[in-house]
């Protein structure tokens, strides 16, 4: 039945609600909106430019991956239990309210015309009655969207506004409103947590957006930050850069970034110090270099994402390191997390040898990088910053730049430390509250409707509760953090008690074995 279901060709219009498939990602709800002027139609099978709810993305889908909203909708939400594609399916039912609230008032004054009109008028005017319920009933908006932004209200400079030409055939009547796709706070909130990683596969058959025209606004608005929700379905039909790209290192973080990559089209050489680890992207399409100074003399750019201070300098400075691979012109790009100090070290000497250097530190942790959802805080060349334009949507949401070397690396302390000593709190509240015979997952779902609700509370809450302490961040790096951070205070002597306190905790866990599990295995300092 549903095979030939599927079979039935589908009649799709501009402003119509449709869930948009591509690979073997979910299916999405979103809107057929007019792409935006500079943007053209790809060749071959017919497609339609949708715009996706409970996100800021927008893509070219082909018309056998659409199907109508209203009619599959029930199928689609049982195959979909995510939080996030709720969050969506709650956006679209808020549009269709608001919609319809708008058009009731119309809608009843053509009604009493009808019923006014002879019989013949009134048999005329009820077939165009019954299609436009049944518009109504299919989610399809009364009237042309006007404009669709990245984000209403948003001050950033890379805001686009699609402006609808007219439809060839199905145009509304003149007197409907305007109606634009709501923002609702869960959809706000969801936009900024952990479970933001939804993201579409690129298509061969597709184009892909031009990114060009968003670094230009950049130049042209000074901003500090390119925002992945200015190109199509977050990181899905962008433009990779034609330079050779490289990556060291395949940790929690290194290995999703790779990936993410690799999926955007990227040409990728990687290179890992347990060898092993490199198979996996070798047989998705990744080329094998020998030593990180192969991998920097080959490509054009390279990225680097190893543990700490001292991992980041043996990469550079070892024998067969980056630093024998540099020449004039080439790229080198430090993802670790690491001091100030020792970051602009490294940039020294990469760029005494003719090399451009960028520091850019990631926030995150390994869903976000599989996701391809981190914020990247980078530093240092500018031109290398937007020369990295594709491998960052590519790799995260959202990237900053923050100018001189050393201020992603400050900057990178102190969120993580904020991140530590609050999941330090979160430890101590659920072991105070077993002490004195107080539920945890009470706790738990008072937090969660409160001002502190986040989705990494309740990710870090749900790991202690089920005893599960499996890394996505592992407890021995946030420790370091907390240390890095502790000595950042010092150097500009400025207090940092609670980060003292809650280090003090993190030593106690590591010495309990904790360092390779997950930073909320934190918990088990406090009960042991």
Not at 4 to 14: G, I, K, Q, T
Not at 77 to 84: A, D, P, Y
Not at 85 to 114: I, M, P, R
Not at 507 to 522: F, P, T, Y
Request: aromatic share 6%; hydrophobic share 35%; glycine share 8%.
């Amino acid at each position: 039945m549903a095979a030939a279901a599927a079979a039935v060709p589908v009649n799709l219009r501009l402003g119509d609600l449709v869930w948009g498939k591509l690979g073997r990602y979910p299916p999405w709800p979103g809107k057929i909106v007019n792409p935006p002027k500079d943007l053209k139609k790809p060749r071959g099978k017919k497609c339609f430019f949708v715009k996706f709810f409970g996100t800021e993305d927008h893509a070219w889908i082909k018309v056998e991956q659409l199907k109508p909203y209203h009619a599959h909708k029930e199928e689609m939400i049982k195959i979909n239990k995510g939080k996030r594609f709720q969050q969506a399916v709650d956006a679209v039912e808020e549009f269709l309210k608001k919609g319809k609230g708008k058009d009731q008032a119309s809608h009843n004054s053509t009604e009493e015309k009808n019923r006014r009109n002879s019989s013949e008028e009134r048999g005329k005017q009820s077939v165009g009655e019954e299609k436009h319920k049944a518009n109504l009933s299919e989610g399809k908006p009364k009237k042309r969207v006007s404009s669709v932004s990245s984000e209403r209200g948003s001050k950033s400079p890379l805001k686009r506004t699609y402006e609808q030409s007219p439809r060839k055939r199905g145009r509304p009547p003149k007197d409907e409103k305007d109606l634009t796709i709501p923002e609702s706070s869960t959809v706000k909130r969801m936009m900024t947590g952990t479970m933001a990683g939804f993201k579409w596969p690129p298509s061969v058959s597709e184009p892909a957006v031009c990114y060009q025209a968003i670094t230009k606004k950049l130049k042209e608005t000074g901003s500090t930050s390119i925002q992945a929700a200015d190109s199509t379905a977050i990181n899905g039909s962008i433009t990779p850069t034609d330079k050779k790209i490289g990556f060291l290192g395949l940790g929690l973080m290194g290995s999703g970034i790779v990936s993410n990559l690799l999926k955007m089209g990227h040409t990728v050489t990687v290179w890992n110090r347990t060898a092993e680890k490199c198979d996996l992207f070798i047989q998705e399409g990744a080329r094998l270099g020998r030593t990180p100074a192969e991998v920097v003399s080959t490509c054009d750019i390279t990225f680097a994402c190893v543990s700490d201070p001292k991992a980041a300098k043996d990469l550079v400075l070892g024998p067969s390191g980056v630093l024998q691979g540099i020449r004039p012109g080439k790229c080198y790009v430090d993802m670790s997390t690491v001091d100030a100090d020792t970051v602009t070290e490294l940039a020294q000497v990469i760029v005494s040898r003719g090399g451009r250097f960028l520091e850019a530190p990631v926030s995150g942790n390994q869903q976000l990088s599989n996701d391809g959802m981190l914020v990247i805080l980078a530093a240092g060349d500018r031109g290398l910053y937007e020369d990295c334009s594709s491998c960052f949507q590519a790799m995260g949401k959202t990237s900053f730049f923050l100018g001189e070397v050393g201020n992603a690396a400050k900057m990178m302390l102190i969120v993580n430390m904020v991140q530590g000593s609050f999941m330090a709190t979160i430890a101590e509240g659920l072991t105070l509250a077993q002490v004195t015979g107080q539920s945890q997952q009470t706790l738990l779902d008072i937090l969660n409707q409160g001002q502190l609700a986040s989705i990494f509370l309740d990710q870090k809450c749900q790991n202690i509760l089920q005893g599960n302490f499996k890394p996505d961040f592992y407890l021995k790096y946030i420790q370091k953090d907390l240390r890095l951070a502790i000595a950042l205070g010092d150097s500009v002597n400025h207090p940092t008690p609670m980060a003292a306190a809650a280090n003090e905790v993190y030593k106690r866990a590591k010495a309990l074995d904790q360092s390779d599990n997950d930073m909320s295995a934190v918990y088990r300092a406090y009960i042991h």
